[in-house]
């Protein structure tokens, strides 16, 4: 078992290379509107083969980084959160890894969608539309059928013709962040595997559901690796140069809280944010968060379309201006 102080250093990696590579869904997504090319979702798939090898060879060395993951059944409610989860992120410009990216950076103003993922969350389980109780699902993961040397050589074989399509796409551009988004991920996907491990919900998002539904598990904990997580992005600008406070304007605050409120919508229904559906649902093949993921990149990829060929390409929502 992994000592506190590793799992530690671990989030503070996956926090520092979130920054690095300017990690986001919805970047992702507005480089394939945008100039035509799937590098970065590429990365986000690399992302996901590189910790399904490494929780292969950890199988094959005896330690279970699967067994104590369960999802929800695929239903209605995975179609209608991917797609509300989708919407919020749009509107908030970020994915649940590019806020924290951006707050990393000194945005203060996407502390707002935090804020607002909360009372998204809270809404909903005062509605009664979810309850506390019906997140933890009963669907293991279909990878417990599978001998653990399979794993790791169905995952070879994945990320290896991964890589191959990176490398038709001509490599992974250097993001503002010093990286490119690819090499961030490669990092975040060899580190999520052991997290996997030894932790049940460590991303961010399932965190701030947990702690709105008052689910005890390990929230002490929790908290402190979600705070080291955002030291790792912060960590990130300043060895970028990029750290600096901005206060944001009124409009942004408002973008922001909005997004963040239809996102954290969204997240109950699934239950989690992108940054589950990735790090959790697509390396442990779970069907509701993988489906899910999907959804909420395809809903992504039609609001981006629709957005720049409304706006003629110059400005995608009021006070949000195109990527550079």
Known sequence: MLPTAAIFVLVFIA????????????GAIQEIVDERSA???????????????????AGLAGVDAISRHRDLAIGTTTIAGGMVFALGA???GKCAFGTVAALGAGDLAYGATILGFVA???????????????LNGPVASPLLALDAALVAVLALALTGALAIAHWRQGGGAVTAGGWSTFRAMVVIGLVNAPLLAMLHGWPYTRLLIDLVGAHAEEIPRRVTITAIFVLGSVGGAVVGRR??????????WLRAS???????LGAVL????????????LPLLLPNLSLAYGVTLVTLYALETVSARWTGGAIRWPFRKRRA
Request: hydrophobic share 45%.
């Open 39 to 57: 590098g970065k979702l590429l990365g986000f798939l690399f992302c996901a083969g590189c910790a399904l090898i490494t929780m292969g060879v």
């Open 15 to 26: 926090g520092y290379a979130t920054q690095r590579g300017s990690v986001c869904a919805v």
């Open 270 to 281: 699934i239950p989690g944010g992108n940054d589950t559906m990735l790090m959790v649902g």
């Open 258 to 264: 909005a997004g963040g409120y239809v996102m954290g």
């Open 243 to 252: 750290f600096a406070w901005r206060r944001g304007t009124g409009g942004r």
């Open 120 to 134: 998204g969350v809270a809404t909903m389980f005062a509605s009664g539309a979810m309850h506390p109780a019906d």
């Open 90 to 92: 749009h509107i908030n």
